[in-house]
Structure formats: C-alpha cells, structure tokens
C-alpha cells in the first residue's frame, strides 16, 4: 500500500417512489457529488453509500426492483464508471444488481478502476433481518469474499451490517486487504455505526472507509450520515454530520500503527493478525461452524 487520500460520500436518495427516472436521478447525484469531492480533496478512492442508486427501502415488490436495476456492470454503473475513467480515480459504488432471475435481487458494491472498469463486485453476505429474502425482504445473499488488487493497495468490500461480523473482514484481512470499503445504509445508531467499525479496524489493522446514507428513502426511512475513515489503531480520521457532503482522510502505511494511541510517544508492539492463537481457533473449529443463536430473548 501507498499513502493516498481516500474519501467516503454521504448521499440521501432521490423522494418518491422508485422509477427509472428516479434512479437515473440518483446516479446523476452520484457523479455529480463524486466531481466535486475529487476536485475539493483529491480523493483517489471514492466510497459512495450502500444502494445509492436506489435508496435502501426500496418499497416496491421484489419484481419491480429487479426491473429496475441492471446486471453488474451495466447501466446501473455506467455513469459512475465514466466519471471514474474522466477523473482518474478509484470508485466504490453500492447499488442492488439484477440477478440470473426475476425477482433475484443482490445487494452489492462494485470497486471500479481508473479507467472505469469493474474489477470487483461484492454480494452482501449478511443481509439486514428487514431486507433478507427470507425474512419477507428483497435481498438474495451472496457468499463470496472480495478484495482487491489496485495500484492503491488491497481493498476489501463489505456493505453496512456485513461490519457486524467479526469473520468476514478477518478472511479480507489474511488475504492481505489493507483497506475495507463501506458502503452503508445503516439503520440502527450512530454509536452502533462507529463502534463496529471501528472494532472492525481495530481488530485486522486496517482502514475503513464507510460512507453512511443521509436523508430519507422511498420507503420512507431516515438515515443520519456520519460516514467517517478509521485507522488501523480504531482512531476516527474524518467523521461528517448529517448533511450530504463527504469527509477525506490521508491513508499513510508510514503512520497506520505508528503508536500505541493517536499522537503516543509508545510505540505499538502487537499485531493483532500475526498474534492470533492458530492452534485455539484449529481445537474449536467445529464451535465456529456450528449454528448456534443468542440466549436472550429477542
């Protein structure tokens, strides 16, 4: 990895209710404000929020969702590829994806490079209990694990509640992602918000970039922002309000783990990925694998 800027969007969603007209509406919001951070930081990675095409609720049947959207690439990445090859950069944007059938919808994100193609594509693995298509929502989950290669360094995806666990971004983490990508929608508290990335950060010495949706979508649910960057010692780099807008960050590998605390004259000693118990984890494999669920009532 290299020091580069990295900067992470926050965008409310079009009003109404879903339409063509709507999503383009929101991809046009999604170049425009893209323009304009690079311009303002120079940002070389851009994080945009989870299903900024289409805002997160979409409240619409399954059906009418995946007419909507496109396949992965296509005209639901099109304009933010573009933007991508006319600026130089590195964009992560989220969006839902049309999958092989009619009503088979993904949550996904997509990381593309500085000459606007698609290098990565990421299906959200743990889909929120509203959205799960087996809970009555409108997400399909995926089950693959991506990071990366860039001129940047190694970049992880994961989307919002994904950063609720704790596994996905260590497997990111051994495959050698220096920095993990965000995209948000979330619904929950801002302390929730925080505490799992940086707990996520902490735990694999790594950056994280999220971007956390503002403003108010189809459905008619609120979101609060706060998208921050978060160092690989847990230390909230750049943290934004409500409004749409976007914070930047330098992300250094000179200075990532350079102290024990932010600003500390002591250096830091321990890695948390190097210092992980091998032979623990290998006795109690089969406790990780097995299905369990909390004791509380819930």
Known sequence: MRAFTAAAIQLAPVPGPLSPESVRKNLDKCVDFTRRCVDATGAELVVLPESATTGFTPDCPVEELWDLVSELPGP?????????????????LGTYERGPERGVVYNSSVLIDRGGEVIGVYRKTHPFCTEHVDGGGWVTPGNTVTVCDTDLGRIGMIICFDGDYP??????AVQGAEVIARPSALLRSADIWELTSRARAYDNHVYVVGANATGVDPAGV?????????????????????????????????????????????????????????DLIRAHRDELERPAETSFPH
């Open 167 to 172: 596994e996905l971004t260590r497997i990111q």
């Open 222 to 278: 609120l979101y609060f922002g706060n998208s921050h960057i978060v160092t690989p010692n847990a230390h909230i780099a750049a943290k934004a309000a409500s409004h749409e807008g976007w914070v930047s960050a330098l992300l250094d590998p000179a200075t990532a783990l350079a102290s024990l605390t932010p600003g500390s004259n002591i250096g830091q000693g321990f890695d948390h990925l190097r210092d992980r118990n091998l």
């Open 76 to 92: 639901v990445t099109e304009p933010v590829q573009q933007v991508a090859r006319d600026l130089g950069v590195y964009v992560v």
